[in-house]
């Protein structure tokens, strides 16, 4: 639960253009929307991404992680 407090901005804004459901990833993977978290505050792009996620989509560190949500939450 304290992790999805303090989940970043960008990270937020990426789950929330995929359609994603953060509630729901942390119910199914707390450990990856750990990793995704940490992997967001370590990224380069940190403060360039959140105003435009569909650009950086292709460049997140995320994006397999991103892909594990998909077929979790049976979106692929």
């Given at each position: 639960?304290?992790?999805?407090?303090a989940m970043p901005?960008?990270?937020?804004?990426?789950?929330?253009?995929?359609?994603?459901?953060?509630?729901?990833?942390?119910?199914?993977?707390?450990?990856?929307?750990?990793?995704?978290?940490?992997?967001?505050?370590?990224?380069?792009?940190?403060?360039?991404?959140?105003?435009?996620?569909?650009?950086?989509?292709?460049?997140?560190?995320?994006?397999?992680?991103?892909?594990?949500?998909?077929?979790?939450?049976g979106k692929i």
């Open positions: 639960m304290t992790t999805r407090r901005h960008p990270l937020k804004k990426m789950l929330e253009y995929l359609d994603l459901n953060i509630a729901r990833g942390f119910r199914t993977a707390p450990t990856l929307m750990e990793e995704a978290v940490v992997a967001c505050r370590m990224c380069e792009m940190f403060d360039n991404c959140d105003y435009d996620v569909e650009s950086r989509y292709f460049l997140c560190p995320n994006r397999d992680r991103f892909d594990q949500l998909e077929r979790l939450q």
